[in-house]
Nanobody, 124 residues
């Protein structure tokens, strides 16, 4: 089970850190990712982090601004978001899966488990 939290309202250029707490075993051994979705659009990949080497992958639009990380002791996934822009406004979801190939890291259907989503709103 995954539970995402940390969203909120932030001004243009501000920062937020999202967290995703895992329980029931869906953490160690799992590749983890953040996706986001706005009304009427498909869920899009934001960032992913592999197990066990913690290699990361980012969507081009967030490179240099967002950082994904994982704490395997606390079973928590993080997304540090800096220099937030209005186009970052969305519901953010965390996801977990096993046995995923690198080229499928950004494909939503590749993930077995999903958190409930947390809303990030960037005001200009």
């Amino acid at each position: 089970q995954l539970q995402a939290f940390g969203g909120g309202l932030v001004q243009l250029g501000g920062s937020l850190r999202l967290s995703c707490a895992a329980s029931g075993g869906a953490f160690r051994g799992y590749t983890l990712a953040w996706f986001r979705q706005t009304t009427g659009k498909e869920r899009e990949f934001v960032a992913g982090i592999r197990w066990p080497n913690s290699n990361t992958l980012y969507q081009d639009s967030v490179k240099g601004r967002f950082t994904i990380s994982r704490d395997n002791v606390k079973s928590t996934l993080y997304l540090q978001m800096n220099n937030l822009q209005p186009e970052d406004t969305a519901v953010y979801y965390c996801a977990a899966t096993t046995n995923i190939i690198w080229s499928n890291l950004g494909v939503p259907s590749s993930y077995k488990y999903w958190g409930q989503g947390t809303l990030v709103t960037v005001s200009s």
